[in-house]
């Protein structure tokens, strides 16, 4: 195999921005600027609370938001909210990104993302780096959401169980 020889230089490689029906050239989607904007006023609000009034409105807005899912994510939500509640009570509900999250002294161990949020074909139940989830040197921390089952409920349950610590 030879090279190709020329007297005139290669033309150089014309870069034009990937773009997508949401995309835009700034770099966000709509849906992650929407997030970005939900998150201040989550932030915003959180400010001016109590720790006993961001419990209760905490819940209340995680269960507006729920109503708010279109009718799979609802249901995902909603059933997962329910579980979150009975086996990890230390976690307290809160939004965040305007997502349904839960959180230990304030900072989000775990959090549900509607297949709706970003328009993706499954929902996400995921953790943070709170999460006490480690395993060696590398370990998941998504899951795709598809449907409810027992054995979806027991994975979760242990999942949730391990990550309080």
Do not use: N
Not at 36 to 56: D, F, H, I, N, Q
Request: charged fraction near 30%.
């Amino acid at each position: 195999m030879t090279a190709k020889t020329s007297d005139q230089p290669a033309k150089p490689v014309k870069r034009t921005a990937v773009t997508s029906k949401a995309k835009t050239s700034e770099g966000f989607t709509d849906e992650e600027r929407a997030a970005m904007k939900e998150r201040a006023r989550e932030l915003k609000g959180a400010a001016r609370r109590s720790p006993r009034a961001a419990r209760a409105d905490g819940e209340s807005e995680v269960l507006a938001k729920l109503a708010e899912m279109p009718e799979p994510d609802r249901v995902l939500g909603e059933r997962l909210h329910v579980l979150m509640t009975s086996c990890a009570p230390d976690l307290q509900p809160k939004l965040w990104y305007g997502m349904p999250a839960y959180a230990r002294e304030g900072k989000v161990v775990c959090f549900f993302q509607g297949a709706c949020k970003f328009k993706t074909r499954y929902a996400t139940l995921g953790f943070s780096d709170e999460a006490k989830l480690d395993d060696g040197a590398l370990w998941p921390t998504a899951f795709a959401l598809m449907e409810w089952t027992p054995d979806t409920e027991a994975r979760i349950v242990a999942l949730v169980k391990r990550a309080e610590g």
